[in-house]
């Protein structure tokens, strides 16, 4: 079992910057995935940003360019550092873990951007 727990939604304004955070823990595989994820009222969850246990990471085209997406030494934590966000962007973020056996989500964490 791995448990995923998201951090760093908030309210902010439009052209501001959040981090978000994702921990995960329990029975981690050294070879992995993870990513953020985002679902907007009345949208399907998209994929937003995903990164490799060997560091290779993919972008959503929407978030090219603004969004940045990282993990720690331990590579057991997530991070999803946003800039210059848009109220397109509003939406709940989703960490997501996969490995050869499972996949994973976070309860997720809202982030809205205002006008």
């Known amino acids: 079992q791995v448990q995923l727990v998201e951090s760093g939604g908030g309210l902010v304004q439009a052209g501001e910057t959040l981090r978000l955070s994702c921990a995960a823990s329990?029975?981690?595989?050294?070879?992995?995935?993870m990513g953020w994820y985002r679902q907007a009222p009345g949208k399907e969850r998209e994929l937003v940003a995903i990164?490799?246990?060997?560091?290779?990471?993919d972008y959503a085209d929407s978030v090219k360019g603004r969004f940045t997406i990282s993990r720690d030494n331990a590579k057991t934590t997530v991070y999803l550092q946003m800039t210059s966000l848009k109220p397109e962007d509003t939406a709940v973020y989703y960490c997501?873990?996969?490995?050869?056996?499972?996949?994973?989500w976070g309860q997720g964490t809202q982030v809205t951007v205002s006008a």
């Open positions: 997501n873990y996969g490995d050869v056996r499972n996949t994973y």
């Open positions: 329990g029975s981690i595989f050294s070879i992995n995935v």
């Open positions: 990164i490799t246990s060997g560091g290779s990471t």
